[in-house]
Structure formats: structure tokens, C-alpha cells
């Protein structure tokens, strides 16, 4: 009856500095949004506002793919429409070759992770160098992000100055100040040295045929103005009708990032470099790949289509308490936290991860400070019926289906309940009175040891049924009251 | 005025914490409603919406609809079981099914218990006297399903010798989730300490909750830990003189 | 084609047909605070001071010119090639590389020289931020490659914030091919949540507000 968990979350559960990390990173960009959030008296409109954009974006998705292809094009960019992974990978070689291109940088993207773009280019001979300080560590320790926002979040600088030593050949360094000079001056070379720098976008603006993108060091500005070409690679998702639009999101995304009012550098390109309008720097070709990968699918849903209005905020999962507790890496993809236990189903099927949409107390605290209002527990609930009901086409819950119509069977019949509830008091341990006095059950025997109420108590004392139940005590003193005073 | 109130005690706190029922008969008596329990009762159907089964929630829910479909007032200690009544019940039925109209109907007669002092009775002040350092743990659907945040404390200002103290984590998730709660059982322990934790920061004595699975969860967990500290019903603490 | 074959799955997703027009989008939406210059100089100030940016207000061209060349004395410096700065004489100040053209020799003297030194085309003073948009006379390196970065602008381009910006130019695209919205310098926490200034970009902005 119970769902078998990944190992990885008893892992990091056991791992108290790891919890300690996971705990203090989130609480503090929990703080930090609180504070940029308290200013803007009109929070609740702008989220509103951002909620209906985003549902007409979706709702009109072909008419503003058109319309941002069309300026794209019209100012010497090229759009490239992409099914999955081997179409992006497969894009960027050909240009790559037909470049005799050796050196790709590549600034934070969750949609390239999604791919695993790095490992397709690497497999053909590409350098493909991450540029954002937390990507670029874990590129070099090879292993996945930890959260949409603080890639690095579970690593000390004892971990980055091990990894610094071994992979790059420098003396030891744990001065962080210091360890960012190092990742400055190696990847400055790769900068300038790049012959294709690849970003992802926050936003792709459909009537300016721009892409916008947001960061902190400056390394997204730096790929996408250095190299001779740049690709951008976005999901289908991402577009927004104008660029006064941005006016909404802007205010909304980096508040809700990571507590700041915008972040340090929020880039609005169109197109390679304006050669007749004189622009000496940027890149002479311009991309944009527009990826599908199984958003269409997530489209069609309209019940769960606003799992595609996320703006990868990460402020989901600061503020979830099961993920300030299990971290990124217990999640199976990519996307971890709230946002990525509504769309890893989606989009790799719930008979992949079928715990996954089960593993949240549904206490809401996501949709709350989601920014375009996606109701995260509600997605949740539809995707916990769907694995019921495949489990039910499949045969593999009949325990606990068994269970809940027996539920749904006693709790129709009250007679019956109530028995029922007579029958667990003969069979309900006596309680083992702990210290505190509250007479709690500490320890099942051995019979009653197993299933759920051996879960509950592996971690903490099961309360024992009351020696009368409410409706008994009800009636005494319904009773009573008719007998009138002593 | 004396309004007729019919109470929904919940599976739970007549199954395992029936003081808090009682308690709340007694306050509701006291501000002068007439009080009556409707014995067909048993569950709102939430353990079933919540792990997926919609048929056996919906079948629950039919029952539940029976039972309190001539009820004026429905109150409820609990705001999950509140919010399942008020906000999910209705949407488990296919639009153009009388029982969605039914379900609708009755939703905006189902008060939680604070909220039912508070609002509809216009009252703060219950009497009661409780002499303790407390500090008050919101639930999360109480707080973000019924948007239920300060009539608890308001109640719990008039308490007479209540000294209030608020913990950092109040609006953490407790860990408790229903079948969440054994289904992930370490996941949802952690949960717990984490919130025990920022309980003991306050120095209180008591955590009151308006929800007795919340506080099924926490008290557990305290007593597991071998803490001192208590866990009440915020009825249990307005119905203390 | 892939193209058609997307735009199609997106249509039947959505339950809409080629060439059908859109639903009427929601209106725009702004929240523009009012400010008087001087309120707008004194938000600037304390937003782009609070992220370690520094700001100075001088009252003419010469002014800042002066101030600029105290602050770069004896070190190289790029700037750009704006009306602006050359009115201002910053253009002619010893150790200034200025109107580059080549884009090669930009790049290299970008990435050599310690200060780079720009106009701005507008700032927004509720976040203490400046508006970059590239141009013949505004190359995009030279306030991202040097590790300092140093802008000078006249206060009358001041704005109260992003929805002024977005009023006053609805259709960056038009203009250029790269509007940069600077708001202090490059930062990074991703090392155990420790702030760390100048990863990539600049590690200090200065910014120097002619008021005149």
C-alpha cells in the first residue's frame, strides 16, 4: 500500500549539514522575497494580471509564435522550430560545423538542462563551456542543478575549492572571493575565445521578436555579445504579447527570484547586430529555437495548462516545506520542487515517478506566492486521480483501493461506522506513557506493526483511540442536560 | 439571538480527541446558540479526494450532503475539513448534477469554528481564562484555503491570563498531509521537528491550532521527542475557565 | 516540416485555425509612481547605493568631466562615442580609447582597459537602474568587459521606473538590437549564498548625474 520512495530522499533526510544547507539557502530567499515584495502595493494585481497574460499568451499561442517569427525574420534573425532534444542538438551542429566552430558558451538555461544539450555536444566534439559561477562548478564536478535559481546550493566552498583543484589544476582555494576571481579569469578566456554563445530567455516578446533575458552576472551578456553567433533556445511557453508586458513580469520575476527588485542585468535582444545602423558589436547571426519537447501535450490539457505559465521563479520551491526538506536531487528531472513534481508527470507520463505528485502535504504554501497564480495543489489533486485511475486500468492498487472502498463503504452507513470504531478500541495497544505525560502510543505489537500506523509511528507516538467517542459523550450529556442538575 | 447550530465534530475528533467536540458544544452554548449534533455524520471524504479516489470521496460526500442539507449553520473545528466541504466537495460533481447544486448550497453554511465566533456571532471575548504561555500554529488550509488568520487570535487576545507568542515558522506546514503523513513518513518527521523546533524558540508551554489533525501530528511528535509541551484545540482553550 | 507540423500540434492543442485572429489581449498594465527630479535623484541615489553602485550629481558637463579624470588619472579607459560624452570632453581625457570602429580592436582594448566608460539613454530611479541601448556611438562591451564601468548622463534622462521606460519607448526592437537594463554591479551568491561583486561583468559602477 505504501509507494516505494527514491533513496535519495531518506539520504538527504539523514544528512543533517545538508538540511542545515537546503534549510538556511531557502529560508533566506524566503526572507528576501518578503522584503522586495512588501514595497508594491499593487502585488496581488500584478499577479492577477500576469496570471491572464500568460492564460491569453497560451490561449493565442500560434498567433504569437507567427507574429514573433515574423520580426525575428524581418530584422535578419532566423527562428528554428524544434520537436525535442535531437532537434536542438542537431541544429546546433550543423551551424556549429558548417562554423568550424570549437567553443560554445552557454549561460544558465533550465531548458537546456531539460535537453541535456551539454552531453549532446560534447559527444560530437563541441566545447561546450557553462558560464553561469554555480552551472559552470557543477559542469566541472558533472552533476545535475540543485534548484531552478541556486544551481549550487548544496555545495560548501570546501566542496568547490576540491573540485577547483581537480579539475582545473590550481593550488587550493576557500576563499570564495577568491574562487570567483579563478572561475572570472577561466572563463573570460572562454568568452573571448567562443564561437557561438547559447542562452535561454526568460521572456520571447512576440510583437518586438525579442528575447529577453534576466541575470545577475553578467555571463548571459557576455555570450550573447562576444561570439560571432548566438542562439537562443526557448520553450514554446515563454512567449509574451508585447514588451510593455514586461513591465508585469519584470516587477514579478526577480522579487520572487531571489528578493531583488530586478536583477543586476536584464538583456532585451532583437536579432543579430544592426551592421546598417552602424552597431560594431554582437553577434552577426541571430537563433531563436522555439522547443516544443512535449509542451503541446501539456497544452492541450486545458485543466492542467497553467502548468506551463511558470516563469521559473524557483519561489515554489523556497517556500515548500517538503522541499526545503528532501532538496533538488530527490526529485527525478530537472525541475525539482512544486513546479516540477506538476510537470515531470506531464511530461514524461505519470507511470514514470507515480509517488511523485503524492509527495506534498498539499499545504498550498506555492500557489500563494506563485507570480502567475498557477494552483499547484490543484494540479496535484488531478494528477494523483490519474494515477489512480491508471493503477486501476493496471491492477496494481487493489490493496488500496480495497481499502478506500471499504472506507467509502463504513462511512456511508453510520451504524457501521460506529462499530467499526468500537472494533479498533479492542484491538488499540495500551499506550506507553512517555515522559511527557500525554499517554501516547510509543510502540506497536508485533500484529498491528505494519502498513500505515507502523509508518506514522517510525516517527512519532500514534494517539490512543479515546476511551469514549464524541457521540457517546455527546448523548451522556444530552442526557444529562434532559435529567436537569444533580 | 439564538441561532441553531449544527455541529460537525469530524471522524477525528470523535474518534480520538472528543474534548475538543465537547468544547466546542460548550462555547457555542455559551454565546448563546442552541446546539445540536446530527448523528448520521461520519466523514467529509477528504482521506479519499486527497490520495485520488474520486468515486469513494464523492460517494462520502453524498452522504455528508444528506446528512447536514437542512442545516443552517454547520460548524466545524477544523478548517480542512471545512475547506473540503466548501471548496472541493462541489467540484467533485460534473456540472448539471444536482448534487453539485446541493453541494453549492450548502457550502457557505459551513463555518469553521473561529470564523463562526467571530464573524457570524460578532464575538472576541468567549470568558474564557487559560493561564499559559501558548503560541499558535496556523494550519495551512485554514490559512490559504479559507483565508482563516486572525480570528483565532483574536479570540485568543481575550483569553484572560493567555500570554501569546508567536513562533517564526507559524505558517510552515506542520507535515501532517493526511496519507502524506505515512506515505512519506520521514519526509513528513522532519517536517514535524522542524516545526518543534521553532515551537520551543517561543518558550510556550502549549500550541493551539484549530485543526486536531494538525495537532494529532505535532503532539505526537512532541511526546516522541519527550518534550513537556502541550497541544490543545483553540475550543478546548476557550471553553478553559 | 517540423515548423508546420508544431504549429499545428499547437492549434489543435488550443482549438484554433490558421490564420484565425487572436482573442483581444488584456490591457496594459502600468503603476507609475510620481516623482519631482529631485525625489527622482534621491531614489536613484539610495537604490544604486544600497547595491554598492555609487552615484555623484555634479552641475555641468566640465564638472564631470573633472571628476572623471581624477578618477581614472594615469590608468587606460574605453568610452563610447555619444554626443554626450563628447560635449562633455570625456572623450579627450588622457588614457581614453574612443570611437573604435573596428570591432576586433574594440573587443581587445574593451577587454584591456580598466574603466569603460559610457553615456546611458535613460536611468530608472525607483531601482537605480540604466537603460543601454546599443548603437554605433554605444557599443555593448564597454560597459561589460573593463571591471569598472563608468556612466555619465544627464539627469533630464532620469525616469521614474520600468513602466515610465515602457510608456516612453513601447517598441525598444525598433531602435536596437540589444536594450540592457544595468542595475549595480555584476553579482554572484551561488558559493554558499556569500555575495561576491564583478563575476563577469563590471565589479563597480559609478554613476555621475549631470545636473544642469
New interface residues.
Given amino acids: 500500500m505504501?509507494?516505494v520512495?527514491p533513496n535519495k530522499?531518506?539520504e538527504t533526510?539523514g544528512n543533517a549539514e545538508l538540511?542545515s544547507a537546503i534549510?538556511?539557502?531557502t529560508g533566506?530567499l524566503v526572507s528576501k522575497r518578503k522584503e522586495a515584495i512588501a514595497p508594491l502595493d499593487?502585488y496581488q494585481?500584478?499577479r492577477t494580471?500576469a496570471n491572464?497574460?500568460k492564460k491569453?499568451t497560451?490561449?493565442?499561442?500560434?498567433?504569437?509564435?507567427?507574429q514573433a517569427e515574423a520580426?525575428i525574420t524581418a530584422?535578419g534573425g532566423k527562428?528554428i522550430?524544434?520537436?525535442d532534444a535531437n532537434?536542438v542538438a542537431d541544429f546546433i551542429l550543423s551551424v556549429a560545423k558548417e562554423r568550424g566552430a570549437k567553443i560554445v558558451v552557454k549561460s544558465k538555461s533550465m531548458t537546456t538542462e531539460e535537453i541535456d544539450l551539454n552531453e549532446r555536444l560534447e559527444h560530437h566534439q563541441l566545447e561546450a563551456v557553462e558560464?553561469?559561477?554555480?552551472e559552470w562548478?557543477l559542469q566541472l564536478a558533472h552533476e545535475k542543478p540543485y534548484h531552478i535559481v541556486?544551481?549550487?546550493?548544496h555545495?560548501?566552498?570546501y566542496d568547490?575549492a576540491d573540485i577547483f583543484t581537480k579539475r582545473l589544476g590550481v593550488e587550493r582555494e576557500t576563499v570564495?572571493?577568491k574562487?570567483?576571481l579563478i572561475?572570472?579569469g577561466r572563463?573570460?578566456e572562454k568568452?573571448?575565445a567562443a564561437d557561438i554563445g547559447i542562452s535561454g530567455a526568460n521572456f520571447v516578446?512576440a510583437?518586438?521578436?525579442?528575447v529577453c533575458i534576466v541575470e545577475?552576472?553578467?555571463?548571459a551578456?557576455?555570450s550573447t555579445?562576444?561570439p560571432k553567433v548566438h542562439i537562443a533556445i526557448a520553450g514554446?511557453e515563454k512567449l509574451i504579447?508585447?514588451?510593455?508586458?514586461?513591465?508585469?513580469f519584470?516587477?514579478l520575476l526577480a522579487r520572487s527570484a531571489t528578493g531583488?527588485?530586478?536583477?543586476?542585468?536584464?538583456?532585451?535582444?532583437?536579432?543579430?547586430?544592426?551592421v546598417d545602423?552602424?552597431?560594431?558589436?554582437?553577434p552577426d547571426e541571430?537563433y531563436l529555437v522555439?522547443l516544443?519537447n512535449g509542451r503541446?501535450?501539456l497544452?492541450?490539457d486545458v485543466e492542467k495548462r497553467e502548468s506551463l505559465y511558470c516563469i521559473r521563479c524557483g519561489a515554489c520551491l523556497n517556500h515548500c516545506?517538503?522541499f526545503?526538506?528532501?532538496g533538488g536531487h530527490s526529485y527525478p528531472w530537472v525541475y525539482s520542487g512544486p513546479i516540477g513534481a506538476i510537470i515531470t508527470p506531464q511530461f514524461a507520463g505519470i507511470q514514470h515517478d507515480p509517488?511523485l505528485p503524492?509527495?506534498?502535504?498539499?499545504?498550498?504554501?506555492c500557489?500563494?506566492v506563485c507570480p502567475v497564480k498557477i494552483d499547484i495543489p490543484h494540479v496535484l489533486?488531478e494528477l494523483?486521480?490519474?494515477?489512480?485511475?491508471a493503477k486501476g486500468r493496471e491492477g496494481t492498487n487493489r490493496w488500496?483501493?480495497l481499502a478506500?472502498?471499504a472506507?467509502?463503504w463504513?462511512?456511508?452507513r453510520?451504524r457501521l461506522?460506529e462499530l467499526a470504531?468500537l472494533a479498533?478500541r479492542a484491538v488499540a495497544p495500551d499506550p506507553e506513557y512517555?515522559?511527557?505525560?500525554?499517554g501516547?502510543i510509543?510502540k506497536l505489537p508485533g500484529l498491528l506493526n505494519h502498513?500505515?500506523a507502523a509508518?506514522?509511528v517510525?516517527?512519532?507516538?500514534?494517539?490512543p483511540?479515546?476511551p469514549?467517542?464524541?457521540?457517546?459523550?455527546?448523548r451522556d450529556?444530552q442526557g444529562n442536560a434532559h435529567n436537569g442538575p444533580g | 439571538m439564538s441561532l441553531r447550530v449544527s455541529l460537525f465534530v469530524t471522524c477525528i475528533v470523535d474518534q480520538l480527541f472528543p474534548k475538543v467536540g465537547l468544547a466546542m458544544a460548550d462555547v457555542l452554548e455559551r454565546t448563546g446558540c442552541k446546539v445540536d449534533f446530527p448523528e448520521g455524520q461520519t466523514c467529509c471524504g477528504q482521506p479519499a479526494f486527497n490520495s485520488g479516489y474520486r468515486d469513494e470521496a464523492r460517494s462520502v460526500a453524498c452522504h455528508f450532503l444528506d446528512v447536514f442539507q437542512d442545516c443552517e449553520y454547520i460548524v466545524v473545528p477544523s478548517g480542512s475539513c471545512t475547506s473540503m466541504v466548501s471548496h472541493h466537495i462541489p467540484e467533485i460533481f460534473e456540472p448539471g448534477d444536482p448534487r453539485q447544486k446541493q453541494a453549492q448550497t450548502l457550502a457557505p453554511r459551513i463555518y469553521e469554528f473561529s470564523r463562526f465566533l467571530t464573524e457570524v456571532l460578532n464575538v472576541d471575548d468567549v470568558g474564557a481564562r487559560f493561564e499559559h504561555r501558548v503560541t499558535y500554529h496556523d494550519s495551512c488550509h485554514a490559512l490559504r484555503e479559507l483565508k482563516i488568520k486572525d480570528a483565532p487570535r483574536r479570540l485568543l487576545a481575550k483569553v484572560r491570563g493567555l500570554d501569546l507568542h508567536e513562533m517564526d515558522a507559524a505558517e510552515e506546514c506542520c507535515g501532517f498531509g493526511g496519507t502524506f503523513s505515512v506515505k512519506f513518513a520521514g519526509v513528513s518527521g522532519g517536517m514535524a521537528r522542524t516545526k518543534i523546533e521553532s515551537i520551543e524558540r517561543t518558550g510556550a508551554d502549549t500550541v493551539v491550532s484549530i485543526d486536531s489533525s494538525c495537532l494529532m501530528q505535532l503532539q505526537g511528535a512532541l511526546s516522541r521527542a519527550g518534550s513537556p509541551i502541550r497541544t490543545m484545540h483553540l475550543a478546548e482553550v476557550l471553553a478553559s475557565s | 516540416m517540423v515548423r508546420d507540423s508544431i504549429l499545428h500540434k499547437v492549434r489543435t492543442a488550443i482549438g484554433r485555425s490558421v490564420g484565425q485572429a487572436p482573442a483581444p489581449v488584456p490591457e496594459v498594465y502600468f503603476h507609475q509612481p510620481t516623482m519631482t527630479m529631485d525625489e527622482r535623484i534621491a531614489r536613484f541615489k539610495g537604490a544604486l547605493e544600497v547595491l554598492a553602485g555609487r552615484v555623484t550629481v555634479v552641475a555641468s558637463g566640465s564638472a564631470a568631466r573633472d571628476m572623471l579624470a581624477s578618477l581614472i588619472d594615469g590608468k587606460t579607459s574605453v568610452a563610447s562615442n555619444t554626443p554626450f560624452l563628447r560635449e562633455c570632453g570625456i572623450a579627450d581625457l588622457p588614457g581614453v580609447r574612443s570611437g573604435i570602429v573596428d570591432r576586433a580592436e574594440l573587443r581587445d582594448v574593451c577587454a584591456t582597459a580598466e574603466f569603460g566608460i559610457t553615456g546611458a539613454d535613460y536611468a530608472l530611479a525607483d531601482t537605480g537602474t540604466l537603460v543601454m541601448i546599443a548603437s554605433a556611438e554605444n557599443p555593448r562591451l564597454v560597459s561589460l568587459l573593463p571591471p569598472v564601468h563608468i556612466a555619465v548622463m544627464p539627469c533630464s534622462r532620469l525616469l521614474t521606473s520600468l513602466d515610465e521606460l515602457l510608456t516612453t519607448l513601447p517598441d525598444p526592437a525598433r531602435l536596437t538590437s540589444s536594450m540592457v537594463l544595468i542595475t549595480g554591479p555584476s553579482r554572484t551568491a551561488d558559493i554558499e549564498q556569500i555575495l561576491v561583486r564583478g563575476v563577469h561583468g563590471p565589479r563597480e559602477i559609478h554613476v555621475v548625474l549631470v545636473d544642469s
Fill in positions: 505504501l509507494n520512495l530522499i531518506g533526510l538540511q534549510y538556511t539557502a533566506r499593487d494585481e500584478l494580471r491572464a497574460l491569453h497560451l490561449e493565442n499561442l500560434d498567433y504569437y509564435l507567427e520580426h530584422r527562428v522550430y524544434a520537436r532537434d558560464t553561469d559561477l554555480g562548478i541556486a544551481p549550487a546550493l555545495k560548501t566552498r568547490v570564495v572571493e574562487q570567483t572561475a572570472r572563463l573570460r568568452f573571448l516578446v510583437d518586438s521578436g525579442a545577475n552576472e553578467g555571463n551578456r557576455l555579445s562576444v514554446i504579447p508585447r514588451a510593455q508586458d514586461l513591465g508585469v519584470l516587477k531583488q527588485a530586478l536583477s543586476v542585468y536584464t538583456s532585451f535582444l532583437s536579432g543579430p547586430r544592426r545602423a552602424g552597431e560594431i558589436d554582437g541571430f522555439l516544443d503541446t501535450r497544452l492541450a516545506p517538503v526545503r526538506k528532501i509517488w503524492f509527495a506534498s502535504s498539499l499545504c498550498g504554501a500557489a500563494e489533486l494523483r486521480r490519474e494515477v489512480v485511475e488500496e483501493k478506500f472502498r472506507y467509502a463504513v462511512m456511508r453510520p461506522y470504531g479498533a512517555g515522559s511527557s505525560g500525554a501516547w510509543r502498513g500505515p509508518a506514522w517510525s516517527q512519532r507516538d500514534l494517539p483511540p479515546a469514549r467517542t464524541f457521540r457517546q459523550m455527546w450529556r
